[in-house]
């Protein structure tokens, strides 16, 4: 007898990836923002896939350009040992939202991105620690979960590399007990504090999301990233903004969520 969908997960997907619901809605077509199960029953999708589709389902732009290159027999894959028009081209569509003279590395998720920009920072640098926030996540893989600030994603067997945690910019729950119109971003003070009194003073890059996106939408006033830039770079060094869930105009008006929505 045939499997259905939720017995074939459990049966040859590894545990890891949980089911949380007793009954999970089974997508089978989408567009724009309604998706639609197997039932046929219509549903808004107020989060776009996972906070990914952000022109929605099958946009009819995004369907022609891809039927087309099926149409046109066009590689399905190259490898970057040879040439092909789309990475040079989206480099340069991407280029445009930066400053200066930058360059575009291409990875498979988020975590990656982390991966090469820690890995970026400490081959850049010189030195090895890096300082994240708590309630920050960045992604599932080791370098990665050494930064998350999340108990409920740590695992007991996990390898520690040189990694530091300080205070995140929490208004909604100060950590330093304050309220947000007469604090003194003591938050962000405490990058200060951690690298003169937990570190030999030799940092490779501070991580940052704009927003704090898995920790709850946590959303720090515009001064925090300001400071915390000032401060890492007076320690020489670098300050990594996570983009994965601010990134690509999802906070408004601005590219980037860096130093702020809008
Ligand atoms: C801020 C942030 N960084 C990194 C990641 C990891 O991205 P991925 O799941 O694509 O590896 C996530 C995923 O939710 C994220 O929210």
Known sequence: MELCT??????FIYASKKIYFNKPVEVTKATGCRVWDVEENEYLDAIGGIVTISVGHNHPRIKKVIQGLLDSDHPQHVSSLFLSPFMP??????????????????????????????????????K?????????????????????????????HQPHSDVGQIEAPYCYRCPFGKKPDSCSLECADDLDKFIQTCTSG????????????VGGFITPPLSYYKKVYEIIKDHGGLYISDEVQTGVGRLGKNFFG????G
């Open 6 to 11: 939720l017995e074939k997960r459990k049966q």
């Open 128 to 156: 090895k620690m890096i300082i994240s926030l708590r309630h920050g996540y960045h992604g599932g893989t080791n370098a990665t979960l050494n930064l998350c600030g999340h108990g409920t994603w740590k695992y007991q």
């Open 89 to 126: 081209e989206a480099g340069r569509l991407l280029s445009k939202h930066f400053k200066g003279d930058s360059r575009v590395y291409f990875v498979n998720s988020g975590s990656e991105a982390n991966e090469v920009a820690c890995m970026t920072a400490r081959e850049f640098t010189g």
């Open 258 to 261: 860096a130093f702020g929505p």
């Open 202 to 213: 030799d940092v490779a890059a501070v991580i940052v999301e704009p927003i704090q996106g």
